[in-house]
């Protein structure tokens, strides 16, 4: 049955005066100190305090306590993505913040649909997981275990250690995108999100950091972490469309439970429903993906034989593509020993971070528990989805891509191919066939005739189609030379056809595996050429589209692999940054946090000669003004002080840098922004200090003790008086008649 075939501007000009530079009081508390990068599992942690004596690869050989793990953490911080919140072997926590490139590459990463049956779910609910057996196995598709060895078009060989899947409901995957209602409310979601993650991040450390000690250094790393916050939901916040196919089914697991009656035809029934029942994907998404079988068993039970001799059977009827996931059925609590506690995933859509902020809004100080699993399921799992992976998955994938480019794509690109092309363009030959059917049936067609303009889309088995896949099948197996040859063979085929959604698709993944490849050097990479795919992406997207939310993700991912690319391309990347914000796709805080970005790309460039003609660090620390100025409007006096730093740092380093006094209202402009900016933090570093002491009173513990009953000698010096005679002080008498306030302030 199966195969392997299945906010205002300044207008004026600005440097900095250098005074006394603008800190804000903070300290680094022992609870956001970053754990070492040992190999752990992502999402995972070990709540018992012994290590095991032989660790597991999901397992932090070295355990930081509950307040050092950014998902160990059982506040709604653990919802909130902070700069400690990316899990790669690529580096260290505090080095991935900052390495937008690797969180670029690891957003393409294939999807694998989940189809379970009702004792499967069953089974996993058993386990604290109410997601069903999807929500079991998500945290640990973020990043397969070991290294995963792909094969390029060239047959060679590289081992990937950061290499992830991501598991969907197939009945998730199987919802057409219709209507434009989702796309727009996750554009939405996703400006309110970065609000609240600033907020939520200036209010932790002024609660934590700000009241413990008067100075400390500024962390701009800060802002490079907001930024990759916006990549990561931008990024999540597709959804499943026909002119990418990144969201698009490349395997499903079929999982039943060992307690499943009749198992086999159990078996036949969930691939029915997946490939033609009520589960069956859109008719433009390729029906032909991989199947695995997947049986579950309780391994509590001791009867494990009919399970060893049921997944024997499973082999015999559908092939090698099986498992035998054995798992114990009790669910494990934090409390119990060896239990291993799982986080929230890093690949959340918009509307999921959402509903889990809003359904844990008034928790926030009550220890919310998340689900555990015992350390032997951890290993289950691990070993399960690295075989899914290495031994399914990837060579599926490799194998399609040697086919299509083998039968579609090498005719293409010869001079046959190329004469086809030519003629299909301007006789119409070769494509009267498809032309006559479509007009017989009312639907328009493009040169080609494989495009329904009706529907929107190009049927999954045209060779569009499938050279389309085929490219973002190289991107995500990461050879992307294949990738960026093959958007573009499509780019002119789109534009025949009329095809706008799938020519901006094109345009914008062309550009994006262009700059991802390291083979591609800044000599070889044409500034005109990128700027016209750019340029055709993002009209495309907003003019003929009508789609926001994909402009905005074309340019910033863009603006980013730019600037990392290095100190050429950093004038570009600046450029789209205020094209970015000329074309208003973001709210206040977004256009805040672009400014800051567009003052990095001015600074990052290089000069000429010794003298460094033809820097830019006027102009960046302009643009840090700029958005020192709408941080400061937004009340956020951390970002702005982070901000007139970095601008301060930036005429520092000019000769001219007193210039600024022959300048009167610049300076008297300067001089005032500092001021509230100054003011703002100190108002914030009250309000910190007295949410603290509202929030943990002083409590005073009165003690009675038994005194002694002798008698004791009389005073001869002064008269005896009764003690009620005898007035209280005035200090006294004040302090007792105020001793009912307890205002601090």
């Not at 959402?354 to 799992?381: H, K, M, Y």
């Not at 094109?506 to 016209?532: G, R």
Request: net charge negative.
């Amino acid at each position: 049955m199966t195969s392997s075939e299945d906010a205002q501007s300044v207008k004026l000009p600005s440097t900095l005066v250098a005074d006394a530079p603008i800190t804000i009081s903070k300290t680094r508390s022992p609870d956001r100190d970053e754990f070492s990068s040992a190999s752990t599992s992502p999402g995972t942690r070990v709540a018992s305090s012994p290590p095991p004596s032989t660790p597991l690869s999901s397992v932090a050989q070295e355990r930081p306590s509950r307040s050092q793990s950014p998902f160990g953490r059982s506040s709604i911080s653990t919802l909130r993505m902070t700069r400690s919140s990316t899990l790669s072997p690529l580096g260290t926590l505090t080095e991935l913040a900052s390495d937008t490139r690797s969180l670029v590459v690891r957003a393409f990463s294939p999807t694998i649909a989940v189809l379970t049956s009702p004792e499967a779910d069953e089974f996993a609910l058993h386990k604290g997981f109410h997601g069903g057996f999807k929500e079991l196995i998500r945290p640990f598709g973020e990043r397969v275990t070991g290294k995963v060895v792909v094969r390029d078009s060239n047959g060679a060989s590289r081992a990937w250690d950061d290499f992830g899947v991501r598991f969907v409901n197939l009945a998730d995957a199987a919802t057409l995108d219709t209507e434009a209602g989702p796309q727009i409310a996750a554009f939405r979601k996703i400006e309110e999100l970065l609000t609240a993650h600033v907020t939520d991040a200036t209010d932790e450390n002024a609660s934590a950091e700000l009241g413990v000690n008067g100075s400390t250094t500024t962390d701009s790393s800060r802002l490079s972490s907001t930024y990759s916050f916006l990549l990561r939901r931008l990024l999540s916040a597709a959804s499943m469309s026909p002119h990418e196919t990144f969201l698009h089914p490349v395997a499903c697991i079929i999982a039943i439970s060992s307690r499943t009656p009749a198992p086999i035809e159990t078996l036949r029934q969930l691939y029915t429903q997946s490939s033609q029942g009520a589960k069956k994907v859109p008719p433009w998404a390729n029906p032909e993906y991989l199947r695995y079988y997947v049986l579950l068993h309780d391994d509590e039970d001791d009867d494990s034989t009919n399970a060893t001799a049921l997944f024997d059977q499973m082999k015999r009827h559908f092939g090698l593509h099986c498992h035998l996931l054995r798992l114990r059925r009790t669910q494990a609590l934090p409390s119990d020993e060896n239990s291993v506690e799982l986080g929230s995933c890093e690949w959340l859509s918009p509307l999921e971070e959402w509903n889990g902020r809003t359904g844990t809004d008034n928790l926030i100080e009550v220890e919310v528990p998340q689900p555990c699993v015992f350390e032997s399921d951890v290993a289950a799992i691990n070993s399960f989805v690295r075989e899914l992976v290495s031994q399914s998955v990837v060579p599926h994938m490799e194998n399609r891509i040697a086919v299509w480019n083998d039968q579609v794509a090498s005719r293409r690109r010869g001079i046959s191919g190329r004469f086809m092309n030519m003629s299909k363009r301007w006789t119409g030959f070769g494509s009267v066939g498809k032309s006559s059917s479509n007009s017989i049936t009312g639907s328009s067609s493009g040169a080609s005739g494989h495009y329904d303009a009706g529907q929107g889309s190009y049927r999954f088995d045209s060779p569009e189609a499938i050279l389309r896949k085929m490219a973002d099948y190289s991107v995500m197996l990461r050879d992307y030379k294949l990738a960026a040859t093959t958007y573009e063979l499509l780019r002119s085929d789109f534009n025949n056809d009329k095809a706008w959604r799938y020519l901006a698709g094109a345009n914008e993944m062309c550009a994006i595996s262009t700059l991802l490849n390291p083979l591609t050097i800044a000599a070889k990479l044409k500034v005109e050429t990128l700027d016209q795919m750019m340029e055709v992406a993002t009209y495309n997207y907003l003019t003929r589209c009508a789609d926001p939310l994909s402009a905005l993700r074309c340019i910033a991912v863009t603006i980013e692999l730019l600037r990392v690319r290095g100190k050429a391309a950093a004038e570009n990347a600046s450029k789209w940054g205020i094209r970015l914000l000329e074309l208003g796709l973001v709210g206040p805080t977004g256009h805040a946090l672009l400014s800051g970005k567009v003052a990095d790309c001015f600074a990052g460039q290089l000069g000429f000669g010794n003298s460094g003609w033809g820097t830019r660090k006027r102009k960046a620390a302009l643009w840090y003004i700029f958005a020192a100025e709408e941080w400061l409007q937004l009340e956020q006096a951390e970002q702005a002080a982070l901000c007139l730093e970095q601008a301060e740092s930036m005429y520092s380093g000019l000769r001219a840098a007193s210039a600024i006094e022959s300048f009167p209202e610049m300076h008297s402009f300067l001089e005032q922004l500092r001021i509230e900016v100054k003011m703002s933090s100190a108002t914030l570093q009250n309000s910190a200090l007295h949410d603290e002491a509202v929030s943990e009173p002083n409590v005073t513990e009165e003690t009675s003790e038994t005194l002694d009953q002798h008698t004791r000698r009389r005073s001869v010096l002064v008269p005896l008086e009764p003690l009620g005679g005898v007035p209280l002080s005035p200090l006294r008498a004040s302090h007792s008649s105020a001793i009912h306030d307890d205002d601090f302030e």
